[in-house]
């Protein structure tokens, strides 16, 4: 098997991207090759997959997003932004104008920024109830948000609290009948905080896009924010912000960087 590929990352979320305009060269892409192209000692590495279709729908584009272990996901806030930053660098779009990008979790408005990074239109964050996170023998206090795909923050004095994360925390209070990221945040400064993620299907990450999001609406509803407002997030891989706009919706904006591009063999 023989096919192009091309390597990115959103504040070290990283991803192989997989051209497949037409859908001829990867079919309904399955699970084993999405596994072999995430691994990082036999294969390239990578968070996830992202597959660029054309679509035939609202948009002119379709992500087809895969998560490590070749599970299918939603919705990847800074998945968004690569397959934008590919579509530019392959000359099938044009960076001036706003790019409309089909997922499935619906359609995601896209924006190249003046300062080079590219801020998507991520819907609004529905905040959900409480429920409980177990990690390092500790139980935390966090809280539900549907951000496309399922969430759980917890506020935290500190990250250390969260371990090493080397296995997924312990949830309850709330069925996710198909995994949850887990969010743990720390505040730092008024609207300023720092995260990290433990992605389902994935592993503790770099970042996470909709993490991002999901922590903004958290830490604004319990900080009486009223929109519009915008927050600060650290992640291990750098710094995301995301503002939230009178109408709720969340506005995710970071960098985007294409590192590599070859040819799979495996």
Same mark, same amino acid.
């Given at each position: 098997m023989s096919f192009p590929f091309v390597k990115g990352h959103g504040t070290h979320n990283?991803?192989?991207?997989?051209?497949?305009?037409?859908?001829?060269?990867h079919g309904d892409l399955d699970s084993g090759v999405v596994t072999a192209l995430c691994d990082r000692r036999g294969g390239i590495g990578a968070d996830g997959v992202l597959r660029?279709?054309?679509?035939g729908h609202e948009a002119p584009w379709f992500m087809d997003y895969r998560n490590a272990d070749g599970s299918v996901s939603e919705m990847?806030?800074?998945?968004?932004?690569?397959?934008?930053?590919?579509l530019a660098e392959a000359d099938l779009v044009d960076p001036a104008k706003p790019l409309a990008v089909d997922t499935r979790d619906g359609l995601r408005q896209v924006t190249f920024c003046d300062d080079g990074e590219i801020s998507v239109d991520m819907g609004v964050p529905k905040v959900g109830g409480a429920?409980?996170?177990?990690?390092?023998?500790?139980?935390?206090?966090?809280?539900?948000?549907?951000?496309?795909?399922?969430? +759980? #923050? !917890?506020? &935290?004095?500190?990250?250390?609290?969260?371990?090493?994360?080397?296995d997924s925390p312990f949830h309850c209070g709330v069925e996710f009948p198909q995994g949850v990221n887990i969010e743990f945040v720390e505040r730092r400064s008024d609207r300023h905080v720092a995260m990290r993620v433990f992605e389902r299907g994935v592993g503790e990450t770099s970042s996470c896009g909709t993490g991002?999001? +999901? #922590? !903004?609406? &958290?830490?604004?509803?319990?900080?009486g924010e009223a929109a519009p407002t915008s927050y600060r997030i650290e992640v291990l891989g750098g710094v995301l912000t995301v503002s939230l706009d009178a109408d709720q919706h969340a506005h995710l904006?970071?960098?985007?960087?294409?590192?590599?591009?070859?040819?799979?063999?495996?």
């Amino acid at each position: 098997m023989s096919f192009p590929f091309v390597k990115g990352h959103g504040t070290h979320n990283d991803f192989v991207v997989l051209p497949d305009l037409d859908g001829s060269v990867h079919g309904d892409l399955d699970s084993g090759v999405v596994t072999a192209l995430c691994d990082r000692r036999g294969g390239i590495g990578a968070d996830g997959v992202l597959r660029v279709l054309r679509s035939g729908h609202e948009a002119p584009w379709f992500m087809d997003y895969r998560n490590a272990d070749g599970s299918v996901s939603e919705m990847c806030g800074n998945g968004v932004r690569v397959f934008a930053r590919y579509l530019a660098e392959a000359d099938l779009v044009d960076p001036a104008k706003p790019l409309a990008v089909d997922t499935r979790d619906g359609l995601r408005q896209v924006t190249f920024c003046d300062d080079g990074e590219i801020s998507v239109d991520m819907g609004v964050p529905k905040v959900g109830g409480a429920l409980t996170v177990s990690v390092s023998g500790r139980a935390l206090d966090g809280v539900s948000v549907d951000v496309g795909n399922p969430h +759980a #923050v !917890a506020v &935290v004095d500190s990250l250390d609290q969260a371990g090493e994360l080397r296995d997924s925390p312990f949830h309850c209070g709330v069925e996710f009948p198909q995994g949850v990221n887990i969010e743990f945040v720390e505040r730092r400064s008024d609207r300023h905080v720092a995260m990290r993620v433990f992605e389902r299907g994935v592993g503790e990450t770099s970042s996470c896009g909709t993490g991002a999001c +999901a #922590v !903004a609406a &958290v830490m604004a509803a319990g900080d009486g924010e009223a929109a519009p407002t915008s927050y600060r997030i650290e992640v291990l891989g750098g710094v995301l912000t995301v503002s939230l706009d009178a109408d709720q919706h969340a506005h995710l904006k970071g960098p985007a960087v294409l590192v590599a591009e070859g040819t799979w063999t495996g």
